[in-house]
């Protein structure tokens, strides 16, 4: 298939290539250049349509079925060795061009980039088709001008002489060196290394010149006036008759990306190192509170919780005390109660009415830590610290006990000279301090529920907190609390025994700020049991944060009474304050000490709450307080599971499981 279009003084371009979608763009940008183009799909086509009738050039795709485009190339100069002739192909390399070359090519266009490549293609015909059919020849003067004007440094070396004398240097070298052209002929070029210059990089290129080869190297030379460069030096042997007779050596300046990838290298190592100390450092430290939280688990008592923690810090190396100690009250001060580290003070104590590192620890339950050069109370405090275990302390950190807004005391500890508390060790200590925290807390919930001894707090009630007391205001009714199912996360869920209509409830809390859902659980003529979540109850989590438990709480138009029980070790002064700081309306009305019975119903009941699942607990309680278990049922079943958001099966389950568990433990 032949078709033609354009016209350009009647220069004629036959066009060989078999892909008629890659030919119609280059036919199209031939032709708007005013050449008529003739299209042909392979060698044969192309010889027969020169045999036909002289063309102005021919253009030929090298990869062509049967023959290629340079053996097309080499029959077309068999019979005409003037017709330009231009390879243009996107199969080609290096080699090929050399062959191009060789065969007689007039000029040779790679495909690709395939936009600007058409128009090369259309400056090579008119070029070919003005100038004639030879390859573009460098003269002598433009090799000499290409050299001396090139951007990098080139150099070239006497191969037959021993010493391997430089007989030029172009400009470029000269700018990079600061060596005149006259200064650098009949020298070595080894006049540029210095102490400095790799050995390994020189002998390299010894053995190489030695050996007539190549080589690349990159290696620090000098400039003439001493400042250190990275040259990239490549060297090439230069044959003439097959006889080595000069190098030509290329010089290019890469200090910066040296530098640049020597200092990448740098902080990198530096990176590995510290990520190395800092994962050392995390084992030793993981294995600090892992050690700590496993003695916390067999301490009884707040002695054995304090020594636990104590003893182990000191155990590390970089610890040189330790001790922990609790608020007293009457003085508004903190003193040793456990101490680790030398001979226990005798009259250490802080004033936390002051701004010191301690106090501000116990103040803002933040962790605080003290260095030399620090201000005078910080100073001060490592001071007596050294003057107890007889030896500097560096650094001190006074960590807070702190459960909620209970708090517990606090646990100094004191580093050796010559170490410093890192921010991964500030942060483990506090994780110490937590685990010390939720030990003691613990201990006092456990102490309410064990001891004979309790402290008794009652108060009145009014205004608008809690909730129930503003609702037996604005409804002039009663409300008696008859359970509490609290939960670590979640909210807090209350049931009160009412004589108060649950739809006026719901109507109430709906108009107040305080997150309080209301569910019926029970209701007849007379009566109801209400279920109240609350999102947040304070006086639940106050009461329950100090190891307390609410024993009687009720309302009667506005006016209400709490009854709390808590251990003498609650410190019942900073209960009652925390109660009536929190509960605007809460003023104590009766403080008692006495002893409880000995007898196991608050043992049993917290075995029993420790086994139930929140959901076990709150079918159970809502079935008792729903009336589930009286003959004839005041509910069903049915009527529960819809006060809690479950199925009927589901509640059925979970107070099953309920049952099971409490009697077991009855009468297992």
């Known amino acids: ?67 290629s485009g340079v053996e097309l190339l080499g029959s077309v100069r068999e019979t005409d060795e003037d017709l330009p002739f231009v390879l243009f192909t996107s199969a080609g390399d290096e080699r090929l061009a050399s062959e191009a070359i060789s065969a007689g090519v007039s000029d040779y266009v790679p495909r690709e980039p395939a936009g600007k490549q058409r128009l090369a293609l259309v400056d090579a015909v008119e070029r070919v088709v003005i100038e004639g059919s030879h390859f573009p020849e460098v003269s002598e003067e433009l090799k000499d001008r290409a050299m001396d004007e090139a951007p990098v440094g080139i150099t070239i070396a006497d191969a037959s002489r021993r010493d391997l004398p430089l007989i030029y240097a172009n400009e470029a070298f000269q700018e990079l060196t600061g060596f005149t052209e006259a200064e650098s002929l009949g020298h070595n070029c080894d006049f540029l290394q210095g102490d400095d210059s790799d050995p390994s990089a020189i002998a390299e290129m010894s053995r190489a010149l030695g050996a007539g080869d190549p080589v690349s190297v990159e290696i620090r030379n000098y400039t003439k006036s001493g400042e250190p460069f990275w040259n990239r030096l490549d060297i090439a042997p230069v044959h003439l008759g097959g006889e080595l007779t000069h190098y030509v050596g290329f010089q290019l300046d890469v200090t910066e990306r040296v530098e640049a990838e020597r200092e990448a290298k740098r902080q990198a190592e530096k990176a590995r190192a510290e990520r ?27 002695a054995a919780v304090e020594a636990a923690v104590c003893e182990r810090l000191v155990e590390t190396d970089e610890y040189v005390l330790a001790w922990v100690g609790d608020r007293d009250p009457a003085t508004d001060t903190v003193s040793p109660s456990t101490w680790v580290g030398g001979d226990p003070p005798g009259d250490l104590e802080f004033d936390l009415t002051g701004d010191g590192p301690v106090a501000r620890a116990v103040e803002t339950g933040q962790l605080q830590v003290v260095t030399t050069g620090g201000d005078p109370a910080a100073a001060d405090l490592l001071d007596r610290h050294a003057a107890v275990v007889g030896e500097d302390v560096a650094a001190v950190a006074a960590v807070p006990l702190r459960y909620g807004d209970v708090g517990y005391g606090v646990l100094v500890v004191g580093i050796e000279a010559g170490t410093t508390f890192s921010e991964p060790e500030q942060r483990v200590l506090s994780a110490v301090g937590r685990s010390a925290t939720m030990a003691l807390h613990d201990l006092t919930s456990q102490r309410l529920l064990a001891s004979d001894e309790v402290t008794e707090l009652e108060f009145g009630l009014t205004g608008e907190e809690p909730f129930f007391v503003a609702l037996s205001s604005a409804l002039d009714t009663s409300f008696v609390h008859v359970g509490t199912v609290s939960r670590e996360a979640g909210p807090t869920t209350l049931f009160f025994e009412t004589d108060a209509d649950p739809e006026a409830v719901a109507s109430v809390l709906d108009g107040r700020d305080e997150e309080v859902s209301v569910t019926p659980v029970t209701t007849d003529d007379d009566r109801s049991v209400l279920e109240f979540d609350v999102e947040r109850s304070p ?103 819809t006060s809690m958001s479950i199925g009927r099966s589901t509640f059925h389950q979970h107070l099953r499981a309920a049952q099971r568990k409490v009697f077991e433990e009855l009468y297992a």
């Open 1 to 67: 298939m032949a078709f033609a279009s354009g016209e350009r003084s009647g220069e004629r371009v036959l066009y060989v290539d078999p892909d008629e979608g890659a030919a119609g763009p280059v036919v199209e940008a031939l032709g708007r250049a005013g050449f008529s183009v003739e299209r042909v799909a392979d060698a044969a086509a192309a010889r027969d349509r020169l045999a036909a009738g002289p063309v102005d050039c021919v253009v030929s795709e090298h990869a062509l079925p049967g023959e």
């Open 276 to 302: 190395e100390t800092v994962e050392a450092l995390l084992t030793r430290l993981d294995g600090l509170v892992t050690d700590v939280t496993s003695r916390l688990l067999s301490a009884d008592t707040r």
């Open 539 to 641: 006086l639940v989590d106050l009461v329950i944060d100090r190891g307390g438990r609410i024993t009687e709480m009720h309302a009667t138009g506005g006016v209400g009474e709490l009854t709390v029980e808590i251990t003498p070790e609650a410190q019942p002064r900073a209960v009652v304050e925390a109660i009536e700081d929190q509960i605007s309306g809460a003023d104590l009305t009766a403080y008692r000490e006495q002893e409880r019975p000995a007898e196991t119903r608050q043992d049993i009941r917290a075995r029993i709450d420790e086994q139930l699942t929140d959901r076990q607990a709150t079918a159970l309680r809502t079935a008792i307080v729903g009336g589930f278990f009286e003959w004839p049922r005041d509910s069903t079943g049915e009527e529960l599971a």
